[in-house]
């Protein structure tokens, strides 16, 4: 079987194994060892990919095409290339580390395990799509777990936040087939048959009033996920209702979906489109930028703060690949890598504090650190890696961004820039804010609650999380490079 | 000449941040103390191997020159890309010597102002990242590297104000300097990105070299009759203003003084807070020569300002560490003031050879005055001048020290800070006579405020405590009598041998004149403070009433504090996120709410029609076929 197939393999076998599984002990050595073996492939993926990268020079990599449903020309066709190899690896340690922060799962352990590693297959088949309409059906087995992951194991108002969440995926869901199909129908403008391969498509000259029509649906369709401002209040409230390992693995991979899709498909199929439409995105993902900081300092709700930076961070990818040139280009597949590991880290950790004191009030907490010691410095590295500071990856990737949104001279886009960059200053309110109340000052939590220090299963999953984000923080360049080079091609349409 | 070796003194600190920072729950204190000691004792070692070795064969043809190693550590376009390396020139290798030996000192003296402290390694740890950071900083050889350890120093001095994580003062003085001096990076980052936009390096050699294309040339582009690099500069510079608590971006060094005393000597008074001035010194031909010195003209008046308004602020404080926060304020103000003032050829240059040499002797003797003041509190357990009095019965070793490094600073003839300041004010004189009158009012401000905590702490009433206080330890007193050596004797040092803005060694003449003046108003300063506060009397009341409400101005800070409250408070936060919280949750969210609300509203209402009833799908089915016949039958007959 070939290298990628392996990935949606992989997973499909675990649930199978999982559904004879009897307790929670089982199931989840079932899901660690599923997603050891899916983390160890994408490890190993890394290095096949800059090995067949050195010969092979097409846009995408261990290509594979299988006619799927030959009426309407469906193929189940497969490729990565840099870029979605570096999101599978950042799925498969996402996942894994989310296994070990749910290891003490009470409730319907087996069938958590299940709806976890079948949304991991949905977004692992959306990474290595190279065809749309596949792309779509594995983008939409991802999101409906969602519903069941959030509903039963959620807290809180539950059943409302997860109605909502998928309500407003759903939508966005509606507008992204409209557009999908709209470029489907525009496929044949120059002749040949109608496909929904993407390669394919971007050899296509699509009319420019197509490209007009759909830019906005397929934009907006996959950028909801992105939590584009206005679209992104299903975020605080799905977040804030989900269980720790949903909530890592959303807003950590899900969301990242977004920002993937509107530079794999809206921009790359719809060049022209994208630049007619590029001024009034560029305005909403600005404001997002600046408004989900904003928001982010006066709310309370630890996992609402962090859902509100999401909606901050994630708008400046949006804003990057709007800016469409190499370097913030780069930067947004950077800040997407970085966002996933550090808002995970975050949600895992509001997680554990969550399991100990049953608050995620900030007042209701204080000085945290002094009887969770690792919890606690874990805590103050992930705000600060949050925050931008050098030696992690969240600066690489802001540092690419903000250069590169320099590197355009009219004033438009340079007010909007220094918008986008007084958001460090913004950020730093809220994280300092929220460390400072409950890391730090006098201790304070309800009272009557047990807090253990942290469980072994708690350190690994942490420390899986943070290995990557130093990495990528003190050594920059391999990834950079990397990166660059896929992205010529994409960027090669819009210029 | 090779200096490569100089990347160890990087890394030696930084491996102890690691060591000590991994295992700060198994490694004995005892034993972390001694590492850390050890690790800046070689970092110090070669720090001043290197400055021997550079300054003896560093010149070429009488001009000194400039060592860089470095690698690529991100690249962005073709010309744009991020170096890491060690850049080793006169300024550089000054600020070497500073770092390690402050840094080493403070090292050895931590080890017995922290002892019992519960973390102990903790706190070694993090002198280890910020010795690291701050010796990346003056290493840097391009404005990005810079940025990257400025940024680093900023979070180790985060860390380390919030040391005693769980007083609640101490994180808000840590979030702070944190937050402030972030806003003021802001504007260095954008500064940075304007730079590198127009002139397509960070390179601090193309940058500043004096016969490269940037400064013969300039660029182009101009805004509001300036060119686009002073205005990159002046962002610069704010960033700069902001590590060096400059006016007005200084709210947060007093507050700063939260965290244990050896960080304050350190990181407040001798190193990091000095950032400013090493920036501005080391893009120093750029700012000299853009639109003839314009960005440099308003460093000079910000410096003048603040050592001015930080000087009054100092005669009325009580807490003694805050005395010394704003005088150091003040004194890095002359540095500003100093490099301002400067020119750029041979003796022309005094003003920046001044300003280094100033803050090479201004590390001595305020890391001093701040181990000494740690010496008292740690003696007596307050911070408040009014606690104190007749110490010099009980601590005679920080009573001398103290008392040389109050000579020094207040520029007491024959001491190491009666030279620079000579130096400083005779750049004033030469160039600027309203910055020269400010400098020396407020060199009789200094000596004033300084005899003032000297005579209150030492002399003054017989204070009763309730233990005896006692000597510190010899690992706080053999620092402290270092350092004390090192501000009675550095004034002797050429430095207009060794740093000169255009790298050639020139002739400094002792101007006579000048030096009489103002060790003058220096003695008139100490004669009054000997007068009101050697013994009690109630002449400082009377003096505190004849000011008034001036009096309780300065006491207040000038209420700048308060500015910003009402400001960020105010307005930020209440005028701005807070309705943008409301928005969100009762427009853009309500909105979605409703669009969902409303497919449930219809469905409400058209399900009545679903009735379930036979007679009402009959009623139905015969009404539409009714409808339907009529219309057929309206059509059939047109």
Do not use: C
């Amino acid at each position: 079987m070939d290298i990628l197939t392996l990935f949606v393999v992989v997973p499909v076998l675990t649930v199978f194994a999982l559904i004879f599984t009897k307790d929670l002990k089982q199931s989840r050595v079932v899901a660690l060892i599923g997603m050891a073996v899916q983390l160890a492939m994408s490890i190993n993926l890394v290095f096949a990919y800059l090995k067949e990268r050195a010969v092979n020079d097409s846009i995408m990599v261990f290509t594979k095409d299988v006619m799927w449903f030959e009426k309407f020309n469906i193929h189940y066709s497969i490729g990565v290339d840099s870029i979605s190899v570096l999101m599978i690896v950042l799925t498969s340690i996402i996942v894994f580390a989310g296994i070990f922060i749910s290891w003490k799962i009470n409730d319907l352990p087996k069938e958590f395990f299940i709806s976890l590693i079948v949304l991991s297959t949905g977004v692992f088949g959306f990474f290595i799509s190279v065809d749309l309409f596949t792309m779509f059906v594995f983008y939409e087995i991802a999101v409906i777990p969602m519903y069941l992951l959030i509903g039963i194991w959620g807290s809180g108002p539950k059943e409302d936040s997860a109605m909502k969440l998928t309500l407003m995926l759903m939508g966005a869901s509606a507008l992204l087939s409209v557009g999908i199909f709209g470029i489907y129908y525009n496929s044949g403008a120059d002749g040949g048959p109608l496909t929904f391969n993407l390669l394919e498509i971007a050899q296509v000259n699509i009319p420019l009033e197509a490209q007009k029509l759909f830019f906005p649906l397929v934009f907006v369709g996959f950028a909801v996920l992105g939590a584009l401002f206005p679209f992104h209040t299903w975020s605080p409230s799905g977040h804030a209702s989900a269980p720790t390992a949903v909530s890592m693995l959303h807003a950590g991979v899900l969301m990242k979906l977004g920002g993937y899709g509107v530079f794999r498909v809206a921009m790359y199929l719809l060049p022209e489109g994208a630049l007619h439409w590029n001024d009034f995105f560029l305005v909403l993902a600005t404001i997002g930028v600046v408004y989900g900081g904003m928001g982010a300092i006066m709310q309370k709700d630890l996992k609402y703060i962090n859902a509100y930076a999401s909606v901050s961070h994630l708008g400046l990818v949006l804003f990057a690949l709007l800016m469409i040139n190499k370097v913030s280009w780069t930067g947004a597949i950077i800040q997407s890598l970085s966002h996933g590991l550090l808002t995970a880290l975050f949600f895992a950790l509001i997680g554990m504090v969550y399991g100990r004191t049953h608050t995620r009030d900030i007042a209701k907490l204080g000085g945290l650190m002094k009887i969770l010691p690792f919890i606690g410095a874990v805590y103050v590295i992930t705000g600060l890696a949050y925050l931008g500071l050098p030696g992690f990856s969240g600066f690489v990737a802001e540092m690419n961004i903000f250069v590169g949104a320099f590197q355009h001279d009219d004033t438009f886009r340079r007010i909007l820039t220094v918008f986008v960059v007084s958001s460090i200053v913004v950020t730093a309110v809220y994280i300092l804010r929220m460390i400072g109340k409950i890391m730090m000052g006098p201790l304070d939590y309800p009272k009557g609650v047990e807090m253990p220090t942290a469980a072994w299963y708690e350190k690994v999953g942490l420390v899986i999380l943070m290995i990557p984000v130093v990495l990528i923080g003190v050594m920059p360049f391999g990834i950079t490079e990397m990166i660059k080079e896929s992205i010529q091609p994409f960027l090669e349409r819009l210029l | 000449m090779d200096f490569s070796y100089t990347v160890y003194i990087l890394l030696i600190p930084l491996a102890l941040f690691l060591i000590l920072g991994l295992g700060s729950k198994k490694i004995k204190p005892a034993i972390s103390g001694w590492l850390g000691s050890l690790g800046l004792g070689i970092a110090f070692i070669l720090s001043y191997y290197t400055a021997f070795q550079y300054f003896t064969n560093g010149k070429v043809n009488e001009v000194y020159q400039t060592f860089v190693y470095k690698y690529t550590w991100i690249n962005f376009t073709d010309q744009l890309h991020i170096d890491m390396g060690v850049l080793i020139d006169p300024i550089s290798v000054m600020m070497l010597v500073v770092v390690s030996t402050i840094s080493f000192m403070v090292h050895l003296y931590s080890r017995g102002y922290m002892k019992g402290d519960d973390g102990y390694t903790r706190f070694f740890a993090f002198l280890g990242l910020f010795s690291f950071s701050m010796f990346g900083l003056v290493l840097a050889t391009n404005i990005f590297q810079m940025y990257i350890f400025w940024e680093l120093v900023g979070v180790s001095s985060f860390l380390l104000i919030g040391y005693y994580y769980t007083k609640p003062s101490a994180v808000s003085a840590a979030k702070k300097a944190f937050i402030v001096t972030r806003f003021a990076d802001l504007g260095f980052l954008l500064g940075i990105l304007l730079l590198s936009y127009f002139t397509g390096t960070f390179d601090f050699q193309i940058l500043n070299d004096p016969e490269g294309a940037i400064i013969t040339q300039g660029v182009a582009q101009s805004f509001m009759g300036l060119s686009v690099i002073t205005w990159a500069l002046m962002l610069i510079f704010i960033g700069g203003a902001g590590k060096s608590a400059m006016f007005p971006l200084h709210i947060w060094l007093p507050d700063a003084m939260e965290g244990p005393t050896p960080v304050s000597a350190l990181i407040h008074a001798a190193t990091m807070v000095v950032a400013g001035v090493y920036l501005v010194a080391r893009m120093f031909p750029l700012f000299y020569f853009t639109d003839d010195g314009f960005a440099l003209q308003l460093v000079a008046y910000v410096g003048g300002f603040s050592s001015l308004f930080a000087a009054i602020i100092a005669l009325t404080q009580y807490d003694i560490k805050r005395v010394l926060a704003f005088s150091t304020m003040s004194q890095i103000g002359y540095m500003m003031l100093a490099l301002g003032v400067s020119k750029y050829e041979g003796h022309e240059g005094l003003g920046y050879m001044a300003s280094m040499f100033h803050l090479f002797t201004h590390a001595m003797f305020k890391a001093l005055l701040f181990l000494a003041a740690g010496s008292v509190i740690h003696a007596i357990h307050s911070n408040d001048m009014r606690d104190m009095g007749n110490l010099k019965k009980y601590m005679p070793i920080t009573h001398v020290v103290f008392l040389i490094a109050a000579l020094s600073i207040s520029g007491f003839p024959g001491f190491a800070g009666f030279f620079s300041k000579d130096e400083i004010l005779a750049a004033a004189f030469e160039n600027n006579m309203l910055l020269y009158i400010i400098g020396v009012f407020v060199a009789g401000l200094t000596a004033f405020y300084m005899f003032r905590l000297y005579f209150n702490i030492f002399w003054g009433k017989q204070t009763k405590y309730d233990h005896a206080p006692h000597e510190s330890p010899a690992s706080m007193t053999i620092p402290m009598i270092f350092l004390a050596f090192m501000s009675t004797f550095a004034g002797y040092i050429h430095f207009s041998e060794y740093i000169t803005a255009d790298r050639m060694p020139f002739e400094a003449h002792f101007n006579v004149t000048l030096a009489i003046v103002a060790s003058t108003v220096g003695l008139i300063g100490i004669i009054l403070a000997y007068i009101f506060y050697k013994k009690p009397t109630n002449l400082a009341d009377k003096m505190v009433a004849a000011f008034g409400s001036f009096y309780q101005w300065t006491y207040r800070k000038f209420y700048i504090d308060e500015i910003y409250l009402f400001v960020t408070k105010k307005i930020i936060f209440a005028r701005m996120a807070a309705p943008m919280a409301w928005f969100d949750k009762n427009v853009v969210d309500a909105s979605m709410i409703g669009i969902g609300n409303s497919t449930v509203k219809t469905s409400e209402k058209i399900k009545g029609i679903q009735s379930g009833k036979f007679q009402d799908y009959a009623m139905a089915f015969i009404g539409g076929a009714v409808v339907i016949a009529i219309i057929v039958f309206y059509i059939w007959t047109k």
